[in-house]
């Protein structure tokens, strides 16, 4: 089941200097205190839910399922390539995709953005701040998602299934890496000697001991 973060909740915006130190590990908004975000962690549970009905996605609340139906209706559609938007400034952000213009640059290594909230996580990179922490082991992430991915070593959660042999993983990735072994697909290709690999880091070893020349003493 899908839920949208609820329209119109203070505090959403998000920057590299900001002093919100209290993160939601569901949508990522940052909150100026912990009774604060208390408040706003109770829009993900599954009361008073709003159902989409285009498609199976549910909201918080009205105004989050009003902007939503902008996507079905065309409110906000990009004449590049149709593609439909929820909102204005998401419009806008999407149609960087086409011009490659990418305004939101950072002040470490200068390297540029679409918008500001990719910026945001790019540079905690440089920062090396963790703000989401797993609740069972008190881990940390510099993205949320990653804290969902963890999660699942203690969950013991394999949503991914290979549909050749119905083995389960715990990570889509890995689930591709273990689908070309049925399918024989090689798709790293050494620059040296073109021999080909299923995975990179199959690739990577093979450098290290086909290519990487030694001096002798």
Same mark, same amino acid.
Request: aromatic share 8%; net charge positive.
């Given at each position: +089941?899908? #839920?949208?973060?609820?329209?119109?909740?203070?505090?959403?915006?998000?920057? /590299?200097h900001?002093?919100? $130190?209290?993160?939601?590990?569901?949508?990522?908004?940052?909150?100026?205190?912990?009774?604060?975000?208390?408040?706003?962690?109770?829009?993900?549970?599954?009361?008073?839910?709003?159902s989409?009905?285009?498609?199976?996605?549910?909201?918080? %609340?009205?105004?989050? $399922?009003?902007k939503?139906m902008?996507? *079905?209706?065309?409110?906000?559609?990009?004449?590049?390539?149709?593609?439909?938007?929820? @909102?204005? !400034?998401?419009?806008?952000i999407?149609?960087r995709? *086409? %011009?490659?213009?990418?305004?939101f640059?950072?002040?470490?290594?200068?390297?540029?953005?679409?918008?500001?909230?990719?910026l945001?996580? &790019? @540079?905690?990179?440089? @920062?090396?701040?963790? /703000?989401?922490?797993?609740? $069972?082991c008190?881990?940390?992430?510099? =993205?949320?998602?990653?804290?969902?991915?963890?999660?699942?070593?203690?969950?013991?959660?394999?949503?991914y299934?290979?549909?050749?042999?119905?083995?389960?993983?715990?990570?889509?990735g890995?689930?591709?890496? *273990?689908?070309?072994?049925?399918?024989g697909?090689? /798709?790293? =290709?050494?620059?040296?000697?073109?021999?080909? #690999?299923? !995975?990179? @880091? &199959?690739?990577? +070893? *093979?450098?290290? =001991?086909?290519?990487?020349?030694? =001096?002798?003493?």
């Amino acid at each position: +089941m899908e #839920f949208e973060v609820e329209a119109g909740i203070a505090d959403i915006t998000e920057h /590299p200097h900001s002093d919100k $130190l209290y993160v939601c590990t569901v949508c990522d908004k940052q909150f100026a205190s912990e009774g604060t975000l208390a408040v706003h962690q109770k829009c993900h549970t599954e009361e008073n839910c709003y159902s989409c009905t285009q498609c199976e996605k549910r909201y918080l %609340s009205k105004n989050a $399922l009003y902007k939503h139906m902008n996507i *079905h209706t065309g409110k906000y559609r990009c004449t590049e390539c149709g593609k439909c938007c929820d @909102s204005s !400034n998401n419009l806008t952000i999407h149609r960087r995709s *086409h %011009s490659a213009e990418k305004p939101f640059e950072c002040s470490v290594c200068s390297k540029r953005f679409a918008d500001d909230a990719k910026l945001v996580r &790019h @540079s905690r990179a440089h @920062s090396g701040v963790k /703000p989401y922490k797993c609740q $069972l082991c008190d881990k940390a992430f510099s =993205r949320s998602e990653l804290v969902n991915i963890h999660a699942r070593v203690h969950t013991g959660e394999k949503p991914y299934e290979c549909y050749v042999c119905g083995k389960a993983f715990s990570q889509s990735g890995t689930l591709h890496h *273990h689908v070309r072994e049925h399918t024989g697909d090689k /798709p790293y =290709r050494c620059s040296l000697c073109d021999r080909c #690999f299923s !995975n990179t @880091s &199959h690739l990577q +070893m *093979h450098k290290r =001991r086909a290519h990487t020349s030694t =001096r002798p003493a």
